[in-house]
């Protein structure tokens, strides 16, 4: 069984920072993607930062410069790091997995497994 858990939102001030981190389970790719996206109420769900099993990592322009993502292969976590937040950043942030050339600056959403979802809001 294929389980992404995401953890780390909050509600942060606008230039503050924030750690998401996406622990998964059951992973049955071995040449993989894992993909940060956002969705704001009433926008469609957009990509943030992906990491593919490579090493090659990708970040949209937005958060570039600003967003950082890592993982800890021990304890099968990715990481978000999130910078310099801004309340454009408020979202719901989702972490999915699926095959290695899911992570594509094309960002496809069409991921076949995500977690639950973790609610970042940055106040001005």
């Known amino acids: 069984q294929v389980q992404l858990v995401e953890a780390g939102g909050g509600t942060v001030q606008a230039g503050g920072s924030l750690r998401l981190s996406c622990t998964v389970s059951?992973?049955?790719?071995?040449?993989?993607?894992i993909g940060w996206f956002r969705q704001a109420p009433g926008k469609e769900r957009e990509g943030v930062a992906s990491l593919r099993s490579d090493g090659t990592k990708t970040y949209a322009h937005s958060v570039k410069g600003r967003f950082t993502t890592s993982l800890d292969n021990a304890a099968n976590t990715l990481y978000l790091q999130m910078n310099s937040l801004k309340p454009e950043d408020t979202a719901m942030y989702y972490c999915g997995v699926d095959r290695f050339y899911f992570c594509s600056d094309t960002w496809p959403t069409s991921y076949a497994y995500w977690g639950q979802g973790t609610q970042v809001t940055v106040s001005a």
């Open positions: 059951g992973n049955p790719y071995s040449s993989y993607c």
